[in-house]
T-cell receptor
Framework: EDKVVQSPLSLVVHEGDTVTLNCSYE??????LLWYKQEKKAPTFLFML????IEKKSGRLSSILDKKELFSILNITATQTGDSAVYLC???????????FGKGTSLLVTP | DAGVIQSPRHEVTEMGQEVTLRCKPI?????LFWYRQTMMRGLELLIY????????DSGMPEDRFSAKMPNASFSTLKIQPSEPRDSAVYFC????????????FGDGTRLSIL
């Protein structure tokens, strides 16, 4: 199955810092790449990226996809303690329905 | 709007016992997915259904695992007999049944097999 590789595996920052999380993937029948945030329970959907170079934005979070270099980044500006979570990157499997997830980046924002 | 509902939230049982996990997808979603999450392997797909029909069960680890979806609003994942290595968080997710639709997850069932 296609690999999705996230880096770093974990990150500790201070409130107010800006962070960049990375996701690289192998391409086979690429459709879209997705970002999820997982706190203690369910992964919650953040973004779905299909086109290269188009930034998706939601408040202090933004994400962009580079289909030529096969990676995506998730940026969080002015981090808050509530941003502490595991951030998961995923791409659709060949079927186009199920998701293949990376191992996640664990982000801790300290006061 | 009600999200994906899973039960039980926690299950602790002894090795060899049968375990049944339950899921109610979001109304109107006709794709349903079962995932398992462990520290070692992350989130892995076990099986998914489209319109209540199992499409891909290649992620189901062994014959001890089975899943059913008798109707559009209910699915079960059963493990019989359970083993300690089955301990994990099991998530159910649902989506619309077009390709490339984001999935919405339930809160998961934390399963511990002693």
């Amino acid at each position: 199955e296609d690999k999705v590789v996230q880096s770093p595996l974990s990150l500790v920052v201070h409130e107010g810092d800006t962070v960049t999380l990375n996701c690289s993937y192998e391409v086979t029948n690429f459709r879209s790449l997705l970002w999820y945030k997982q706190e203690k329970k369910a992964p919650t959907f953040l973004f779905m990226l299909t086109s290269s170079g188009i930034e998706k934005k939601s408040g202090r979070l933004s994400s962009i996809l580079d289909k030529k270099e096969l990676f995506s980044i998730l940026n969080i500006t002015a981090t808050q303690t509530g941003d502490s979570a595991v951030y998961l990157c995923a791409k659709f499997t060949n079927s186009g329905y199920a998701l293949n997830f990376g191992k996640g980046t664990s982000l801790l924002v300290t006061p | 709007d009600a999200g994906v509902i899973q039960s039980p939230r926690h299950e602790v049982t002894e090795m060899g016992q049968e375990v049944t996990l339950r899921c109610k997808p979001i109304s109107g979603h006709n794709s349903l997915f079962w995932y398992r999450q462990t520290m070692m392997r992350g989130l892995e797909l076990l099986i998914y259904f489209n319109n209540n029909v199992p499409i891909d069960d290649s992620g189901m680890p062994e014959d001890r695992f089975s899943a059913k979806m008798p109707n559009a609003s209910f699915s079960t994942l059963k493990i019989q007999p359970s083993e300690p290595r089955d301990s994990a968080v099991y998530f159910c997710a649902s989506s619309l049944m077009e390709k490339s639709q984001p999935q919405h997850f339930g809160d998961g069932t934390r399963l511990s097999i002693l």
